[in-house]
């Protein structure tokens, strides 16, 4: 079956940096759009960004842009997140997901479980 594992979360003062990745397995891996979505606590699940499924295409929601990375790996079948100059605000669950090009949660079809990233002032 499709599974997505993220890794690489953690705690970090603000101004710092972290990577997450996304191992996926289970499905053609070249042939998805690879997303990433965060929810923090009483918060509805938000947009960050995705890489397109070829070529070099990305989007990012404003707040990150010119601070987070998106890219992919697909001879590893695996998607990371590159987040630097990490602000308290950053703080949430970060999840991976594999779909359509999109800031849509409903163009998605897997997720993954979701790695904790918590910023401190």
């Known amino acids: 079956q499709v599974q997505l594992v993220e890794s690489g979360g953690g705690s970090v003062q603000a101004g710092g940096s972290l990577r997450l990745s996304c191992a996926a397995s289970?499905?053609?891996?070249?042939?998805?759009?690879m997303g990433w979505f965060r929810q923090a606590p009483g918060k509805e699940r938000e947009f960050v960004a995705v890489r397109r499924w070829s070529g070099t295409g990305t989007m990012y929601v404003d707040s990150v842009k010119g601070r987070f990375t998106v890219s992919r790996d697909n001879a590893k079948n695996t998607v990371y997140l590159q987040m630097n100059s990490l602000k308290p605000e950053d703080t949430a669950v970060y999840y991976c997901a594999a779909g359509g090009y999109s800031n849509d949660p409903v163009k998605y079809t897997y997720w993954g479980q979701g790695t904790q990233v918590t910023v401190s002032s």
């Open positions: 289970g499905l053609t891996f070249s042939a998805y759009s």
